[in-house]
């Protein structure tokens, strides 16, 4: 979402997302973004929640009227009353303590393969990401 994001901001279209991943929002750079500390996958709320839906939409469509630089900003909305939800996504250590091990992130891309990187490369060469090739501004 991030390189779409650059490329419609250069196009002149303003761009705001939401992320429950903050550390790769981070390393992306997104123009405008809004950061929940909810479970991967529910990213405006619990399902049925219209309510909360629609409140983490406003206050997210609110950081368009409000930034024009890079913002990241930490909406405060909680999926419940403690973090005890954590707990089922991350792995508890003998003393109970939620940890997050998933990599760290790297400001170097990342490949699958070196095949990947060699295409990526190739696809770069000139400057111009086959992906954003049709976008005219």
Not at 109 to 131: R, T, W
Request: with cysteine; proline share 3%; aromatic share 6%.
């Amino acid at each position: 979402m991030g390189l779409i994001s650059h490329q419609l901001e250069e196009a002149g279209i303003a761009t705001v997302a939401i992320s429950t991943a903050k550390d790769i929002t981070e390393a992306v750079r997104m123009p405008r973004a809004a950061f929940l500390d909810f479970p991967q996958g529910f990213t405006v709320g619990k399902p049925n929640n219209m309510k909360l839906a629609k409140e983490i939409l406003k206050s997210t469509l609110e950081i368009l009227g409000t930034s024009v630089d890079e913002t990241l900003v930490d909406l405060e909305f909680h999926w419940a009353e403690s973090d005890e939800w954590k707990d089922s996504v991350f792995a508890v250590t003998s003393d109970g303590q939620a940890t997050d091990n998933r990599l760290t992130r790297s400001a170097n891309p990342q490949y699958q393969n070196d095949q990947d990187s060699i295409e990526a490369q190739v696809s770069h060469k000139d400057g111009e990401c086959l992906v954003c090739i049709g976008i005219d501004y």
